[in-house]
């Protein structure tokens, strides 16, 4: 079994900063890529951010500048901190990872329960 838990969502102003954390648990062997995905309402499930076990990230350009992406693979842990928020942030956050639970198999994709982020005065 593999579990990620994601925290640091909630209510904040436009402007403001947010810090989200996900953290994978359960039989892992290595993780691959992390990443955040978010989905407004109405609208499809959307990157965020990625970032390889290497350490290197790309965003979507509505974020560049004003998010970056970490992980700490001692703790099976990636981050997402988000400034500047605008409302158009608003929706909820998924983290995702690409887990091998064994050296000899191929990552599986695993995803988060989400953790709704609204942005809003």
């Known amino acids: 079994q593999v579990q990620l838990v994601e925290s640091g969502g909630g209510l904040v102003q436009p402007g403001g900063s947010l810090r989200l954390s996900c953290a994978a648990s359960?039989?892992?062997?290595?993780?691959?890529?992390m990443g955040w995905y978010r989905q407004a309402p109405g609208k499809q499930r959307e990157l965020v951010a990625a970032?390889?076990?290497?350490?290197?990230?790309n965003y979507a350009d509505s974020v560049k500048g004003r998010a970056t992406i970490s992980r700490d693979n001692a703790k099976n842990t990636v981050y997402l901190q988000m400034n500047s928020l605008k409302p158009e942030d608003t929706a909820v956050y998924y983290c995702?990872?690409?887990?091998?639970?064994?050296?000899?198999?191929?990552?599986?994709?695993?995803w988060g329960q989400g953790t709704q982020v609204t942005v809003s005065s």
């Open positions: 995702n990872a690409d887990i091998k639970r064994r050296s000899w198999s191929l990552g599986d994709s695993y």
């Open positions: 970032i390889t076990r290497g350490g290197r990230s």
């Open positions: 359960g039989s892992i062997f290595s993780i691959n890529a």
